[in-house]
């Protein structure tokens, strides 16, 4: 006797399966929320001295103190200047390398191997090489944080450029488009929306060296106030640095996105079909 066909069960979890915006809300939420009661937990649990690993209400009201009573706001500019120039000096420098290694493989075959070694090299080890060509000031800071991001945007510029549909560039050169219209006007401009994206996650990267950038001979930015705190053993006014440059790179993210959402409505309604 043959059994009717048994329906599959419902999964929660399925692989690729769209989620909602309200869906991502609620998941992010609740991601913090275990984080902060766990970090709380750890805090108040006696596993450490309380002054060496503070709970996040206390980080909270050191943050609170230094925008009030110290003038945090000034060393947040401070830092938020010098991670926008060495970035926007660096993008400028990397998108049109980038963009022509990846239209054109001969382009690619003279740089690559001068591109390629500087992707491993760290920047931090030119700390001293900067100090000794452009001295301690904000040059030698924004120098370091240019270094730190500007090869792998050249690199994953090239490889971005390098997904644009061939067909794309045919069909503008049938219909008698010149090496030039074809590369900003078909290439440039089919690889926008991923370079967005670059830009977004390269700016995270830059943030992540900042605090080396202004540990060295540095009077103002969260890394100088992180050391000053680090001098006299104020550990919720260091996580209060650490928290405060979470806060900004969350804040850049979300602009970027907001940018790829109002620039790139297409790339929205192509991904809500996947």
């Known amino acids: 006797m043959l059994r009717p066909p048994t329906r599959p069960k419902a999964v929660r979890i399925a692989f690729q399966r769209p989620v909602s915006v309200t869906q991502r809300v609620l998941l992010g939420t609740a991601a913090w929320m275990v984080f902060l009661g766990l ?31 110290q003038g945090f706001h000034a060393d947040v500019l401070a830092s ?11 993008f400028a420098f990397a998108l049109p390398l980038g963009l022509l290694m990846g239209a054109f493989p001969m382009v690619a075959a003279f740089f690559n191997p001068l591109v390629s ?30 270094l730190g991001v500007v090869w792998f945007l050249v690199t994953l510029i090239a490889d971005h450029v390098r997904s644009v549909r061939m067909e794309l ?24 929306p991923g370079l967005v994206d670059i830009a977004r996650q390269m700016l995270a990267v830059s943030w992540t060296y900042l605090i080396i950038a202004e540990i060295v001979a540095t009077t103002d930015g969260i890394g100088a106030m992180i050391m000053r705190a680090r001098r006299f053993v104020r550990v ?29 409505p297409y790339a929205r309604q192509r991904s809500r079909k996947l």
């Open 117 to 146: 070694p500087f992707r491993y090299l760290p920047a931090p080890a030119f700390i001293p090489l900067l100090l000794m060509w452009l001295g301690a000031g904000d040059t030698q800071k924004i120098a370091l944080l240019f």
């Open 39 to 69: 970090w709380q937990y750890a805090a108040t649990a006696d596993l450490a001295p309380q002054r060496l690993f503070p709970p996040p209400t206390q980080v909270i009201a050191a943050l609170e103190t230094l925008f009030r009573e």
């Open 169 to 192: 560039i045919e069909t503008a050169l049938t219909l008698g488009a010149s090496t030039r219209q074809v590369l900003i006007g078909v290439v440039f401009r089919a690889s926008l």
């Open 80 to 90: 938020l200047r010098r991670v926008g120039i060495s970035f926007l000096l660096a």
């Open 236 to 264: 919720d006014e260091v996580m209060a640095g650490i928290v405060m440059i979470g806060i900004l790179g969350l804040m850049l993210d979300l602009l970027f996105r907001v940018l790829h959402w109002a620039l790139f």
